[in-house]
C-alpha cells in the first residue's frame, strides 16, 4: 500500500520550500531515490494539435485570440500528420506524445472524433498517449479513455487565490472538477502549474496544497516557469531564478513522491548545471521537442547530450502503468451526448489583461 500523504496542509509545505537549500534539495533527492530510479527520466514530445485563436484570456498565453502575439494560428491537423510526427518523436526517444488544442473546452464533433483517432493511432505505435484539450464533461473523459488515452494533461496554474489575478473566463473550480471527469475513467492526471507570473511564495505552496491533496495525486506534475512572450499580459514578468525553480521541484518531490515531477516551459532559460540540480531535486520527466506549444525548448540532440554527460536514461513507454487498449469507434460504449456543461465564466476585471487586450487592438 502506498504511503503518500493526502493531508498536507499550507503551513506544512511552506516550512518544507523555505528549508535552507542543501537540506531540501538532500531531503528530496532522498524521497526521490526511494520511490524512483535516479537516472531514468521520462521524455515527452509535446504537439499543438491546433494552435491559435484561443476564446480564454490566460494571462501567460501567446495562443489567446485577444492578445497580440507572434503566433500563428491553424487548424486542427490531419491523423496522418500526427502520426508522422509521432513517429519522429518516438525515433528521437521519446516515450510519450502530448497533444494541446487550443481550445476552451472539448465539443463533441468532427473535431473530436479526428482526436480520438489520432490517440487510436498512437497508442497502436506503442508510445503513451496525453492530450490536453481543455475542459472536458466525464462521458468525453471516458470517449479518451476507450481510444486508448493514457494521461490527460489540466494544469491548476497556480494557487485558487492567484488563478484569480490571471484569468477571467474560466474558474479553479471547473479546473478541478475536469480532473476529476479523468479520475472516473483509468487514464492518469497530469496537472500542475507555472511559476513566475507574479505569484507570492504562498502561492506555488497554496498550487502544491490543492495538488498534494487529491487522492489520489496526480501521476505526472509539470512545473513551468514563465515564458514571458511579448504581448501578453505577462510580458515584463522577470524570468524564474533557478533557485526558486529547484526549490519548486523539491517541494513538489517531497509532498509528492511517487509523481513524475516534469520540466516543462522555461528550459531554455536553465543552464545544463541547473537543469541538472533539478534532476537531483527529484525532477524525473521533461518535454522533448524544439517547440513548447508555442515556446522555444531545447533541440532534442542537446538533450541527448545533456543525457549521456549525466548518465541519465530516457524512460521506456508504460512503464508506471500498463498500456490501455483501444476500443475502435464502431465498438465504442460511448458515443457523442453534445452535452453542453454550464462551465464558469467569472469574467471579473484583470487590470494587465484588459490592458494587453486594448493594446492588442491598436495593433491590428
Ligand atoms: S492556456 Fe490554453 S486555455 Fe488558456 S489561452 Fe492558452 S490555449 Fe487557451
Redesign the pocket.
Known amino acids: 500500500m502506498s504511503n503518500t500523504r493526502h493531508n498536507w496542509t499550507k503551513e506544512e509545505i511552506l516550512d518544507i520550500y523555505n528549508k535552507p537549500f542543501m537540506e531540501l534539495l538532500y531531503e528530496a533527492a532522498t524521497v526521490h531515490r526511494k520511490y524512483h530510479d535516479p537516472n531514468t527520466v521520462q521524455v515527452s514530445t509535446l504537439l499543438s494539435i491546433k494552435t491559435?485563436g484561443?476564446?480564454?484570456?490566460?494571462g501567460?498565453?501567446?495562443?489567446?485570440?485577444r492578445y497580440h502575439t507572434d503566433v500563428e494560428g491553424n487548424d486542427l491537423m490531419s491523423v496522418q500528420q500526427v502520426k508522422a510526427q509521432a513517429l519522429r518523436a518516438k525515433a528521437s526517444g521519446s516515450s510519450r506524445v502530448c497533444m494541446?488544442?487550443?481550445?476552451?473546452n472539448v465539443k463533441d464533433g468532427q473535431e473530436f472524433d479526428d482526436v480520438l483517432e489520432m490517440v487510436r493511432t498512437i497508442n497502436k505505435l506503442d508510445m503513451e498517449v496525453c492530450c490536453?484539450l481543455?475542459m472536458l464533461t466525464e462521458n468525453q473523459a471516458h470517449r479518451l479513455a476507450e481510444a486508448g488515452l493514457y494521461a490527460y494533461n489540466h494544469?491548476l496554474?497556480s494557487s485558487e487565490e492567484y488563478y484569480k489575478e490571471v484569468?477571467s473566463?474560466?474558474g479553479f473550480e471547473d479546473r478541478l472538477q475536469t480532473i476529476d471527469n479523468v479520475r472516473k475513467t483509468n487514464v492518469t492526471v497530469c496537472s500542475g502549474g507555472i511559476i513566475g507570473m507574479g505569484e507570492k511564495t504562498e502561492d506555488r505552496v497554496g498550487m502544491l496544497v490543492a495538488l498534494a491533496t487529491l487522492n489520489p495525486q496526480p501521476e505526472s506534475v509539470p512545473i513551468n516557469a514563465l515564458v514571458a512572450v511579448d504581448g501578453t499580459p505577462l510580458e515584463d514578468q522577470e524570468p524564474v531564478s533557478i533557485w526558486d525553480m529547484v526549490r519548486m521541484v523539491a517541494t513538489t518531490r517531497i509532498v509528492m513522491p511517487e509523481t513524475q515531477v516534469r520540466l516543462s516551459a522555461g528550459r531554455t532559460q536553465m543552464s545544463r548545471e541547473g537543469q541538472a540540480m533539478c534532476f537531483f531535486a527529484g525532477a524525473n520527466s521533461i518535454f522533448a521537442g524544439d517547440k513548447l506549444?508555442t515556446t522555444p525548448n531545447p533541440d532534442v540532440n542537446e538533450d541527448m547530450e545533456m543525457f549521456k554527460m549525466l548518465g541519465l536514461n530516457p524512460q521506456k513507454p508504460f512503464i508506471k502503468k500498463m498500456q490501455p487498449n483501444t476500443v475502435e469507434a464502431e465498438d465504442s460504449k460511448f458515443q457523442a451526448l453534445g452535452e453542453k456543461p454550464k462551465w464558469s465564466r467569472p469574467e471579473h476585471k484583470i487590470e494587465r489583461n484588459e490592458e494587453a487586450k486594448e493594446k492588442a487592438k491598436t495593433l491590428r
Open positions: 491559435g484561443c476564446p480564454e484570456d490566460c501567460y498565453c501567446p495562443q489567446a485570440a494541446g488544442a487550443a481550445w476552451r490536453t481543455g494544469n496554474d484569468i473566463t474560466r506549444l
